[in-house]
T-cell receptor, first 113, second 114 residues
Framework: AQSVTQLDSHVSVSEGTPVLLRCNYSSSYSPSLFWYVQHPNKGLQLLLKYTSAATLVKGINGFEAEFKKSETSFHLTKPSAHMSDAAEYFC???????????FGAGTTVTVRA | ETGVTQTPRHLVMGMTNKKSLKCEQHLGHNAMYWYKQSAKKPLELMFVYSLEERVENNSVPSRFSPECPNSSHLFLHLHTLQPEDSALYLCASSQVGVSYNEQFFGPGTRLTVL
């Protein structure tokens, strides 16, 4: 069975400083991995996805994530946080069925001015 | 309209009411999903329809009844709900059969059961 663990339930950063959100996954096959963001009272928006091509994946709004098979990790980073990055972030693994996604518990990001 | 839309955005209902949530996708996808998002809990997959057939029912109580009349529309019929059913209900769609499963989400319906 596949699963994801988001290692931090809450991350607080100052505006303009780097953001790191940690995610470890467990999967018995080559997974597809995603990061989604959810702003307050909104649905989930896809930030980026890994689908067995390049291990460094670039997404929207300056975010990127690196797939590390040896560490079973898929951490999300951004070099410089913006106030608009305050939201909840979900790490997600796909499979084994075509339609099934397994979500992490989420990391809440707050950005201090 | 683009993407995935959901109506209503907010719903307050009593335990004896009957109501329905509606979802529509404008992406040409062949699969649609209902999720429940409760505070401090991971997203819970409730139902999956692929090619208009239900392929997943994750032990959801019968007071929730899904309906998928075509590949673009998905409903969730609600009756005799409990206060613990209060949550954000999210609809999503995807194209099953590609090598990965990128799902596109609607904005959700915030449901409050009194």
């Amino acid at each position: 069975a596949q699963s994801v663990t988001q290692l931090d339930s809450h991350v607080s950063v100052s505006e303009g400083t780097p953001v790191l959100l940690r995610c470890n996954y467990s999967s018995s096959y080559s997974p597809s991995l995603f990061w989604y963001v959810q702003h307050p009272n909104k649905g989930l928006q896809l930030l980026l996805k890994y689908t067995s091509a390049a291990t460094l994946v670039k997404g929207i709004n300056g975010f990127e994530a690196e797939f590390k098979k040896s560490e079973t990790s898929f951490h999300l980073t951004k070099p410089s946080a913006h106030m608009s990055d305050a939201a909840e972030y979900f790490c997600v693994v796909s499979g084994p069925d075509d339609y099934k996604l397994s979500f992490g518990a989420g990391t809440t990001v707050t950005v201090r001015a | 309209e683009t993407g995935v839309t959901q109506t209503p955005r907010h719903l307050v209902m009593g335990m004896t009411n009957k109501k329905s949530l509606k979802c529509e996708q404008h992406l040409g996808h062949n699969a649609m999903y209902w999720y429940k998002q409760s505070a401090k809990k991971p997203l819970e997959l409730m139902f999956v329809y692929s090619l208009e057939e239900r392929v997943e029912n994750n032990s959801v109580p019968s007071r929730f009844s899904p309906e998928c009349p075509n590949s673009s529309h998905l409903f969730l019929h609600l009756h005799t709900l409990q206060p613990e059913d209060s949550a954000l209900y999210l609809c999503a769609s995807s194209q099953v059969g590609v090598s990965y499963n990128e799902q596109f989400f609607g904005p959700g319906t915030r449901l409050t059961v009194l």
